[in-house]
């Protein structure tokens, strides 16, 4: 069966699932000439993609020197957080690398979670060299997004229309639907992708990843990314149900 849009990998297993995405991640990075700008998840299910991306071959086969980590979206909490999404990427990736890529994360101290917002879309700005986006020049050489049981990607939550349909800054503050604030891409930088990765792993995201593959419900916050460049959804068995057949 073909997705609605997107190309569909399913392999087997946890295991395979970091060692695609890992490898995936490492041959894009290859393949490009001067800086490489790669989008991360936060949450669970990447954490393993980073752990196998920090152990040979293919940390050693990156000039991480070249590389702008961008994270998609932040728990606004302090960065040593156990919600932190940075704390996350530092402990599975970050930390074990030969040479420090340039790490690009959500301002937490000093700051009320709007000022947080400016400030981060300021850097990716200047990460950028410019403060507006052109389809032929996208901001992410790779973006990889994790996609929630309820269909939100980053920290994009079904049914906040008003943040679902900003098309104007590329970070929001998110102050509603979760237990604490958040900081989030939008959809015209998270779109502004030569290729976008969601990664889906587990049985509890089953159900979910049909009606976004299916077409049967366009308003899930994921289904309604449209990169400008490849659209790839990774996942293992576990998740993709009767699209495995
Ligand atoms: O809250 C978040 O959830 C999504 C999905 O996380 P997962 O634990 O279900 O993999 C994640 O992509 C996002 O970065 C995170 O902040």
Not at 20 to 41: C, H, K, N, S, W
Not at 148 to 169: F, I, K, N, V, Y
Not at 212 to 225: E, Q
Request: charge should be negative.
């Amino acid at each position: 069966m073909k997705p609605v849009r997107g190309e569909l990998v399913v392999v087997p297993d946890a295991k395979a699932f970091a060692e695609y995405g890992a490898r995936l991640f490492a041959e894009e990075a290859a393949a490009a000439r001067g800086r490489f700008v790669a989008g991360l998840a936060g949450g669970s299910t990447p954490r393993a993609l980073y752990e196998r991306l920090a152990a040979a071959p293919w940390r050693d086969s990156i000039d991480w020197t070249r590389i702008d980590l961008v994270l998609g979206d932040e728990r606004f909490v302090a960065p040593d957080d156990d919600k932190s999404n940075v704390r996350m990427i530092r402990d599975a990736l970050t930390a074990h690398l030969p040479a420090a890529p340039r790490l690009h994360q959500v301002p937490f101290d000093g700051m009320t979670v709007d000022q947080a917002a400016a400030a981060y879309q300021q850097d990716l700005a200047e990460v950028h060299g410019a403060a507006t986006l052109d389809p032929s020049r996208p901001f992410f050489d790779l973006c990889l997004l994790g996609m929630g049981d309820d269909g939100h990607t980053a920290s994009l939550l079904p049914g906040q229309d008003d943040l679902l349909g900003e098309r104007q800054r590329w970070v929001i503050p998110v102050t509603k639907g979760r237990p604490e604030a958040r900081v989030t891409l939008t959809y015209p930088i998270l779109e502004s992708a030569r290729v976008v990765v969601f990664l889906v792993s587990g049985a509890g995201k089953r159900d979910m990843l049909d009606r976004v593959l299916s077409g049967s419900d366009r308003d899930v916050p994921a289904a309604r990314l449209r990169p400008v460049g490849r659209l790839i959804w990774l996942a293992d068995r576990d998740a993709a149900g009767r699209w495995a057949d």
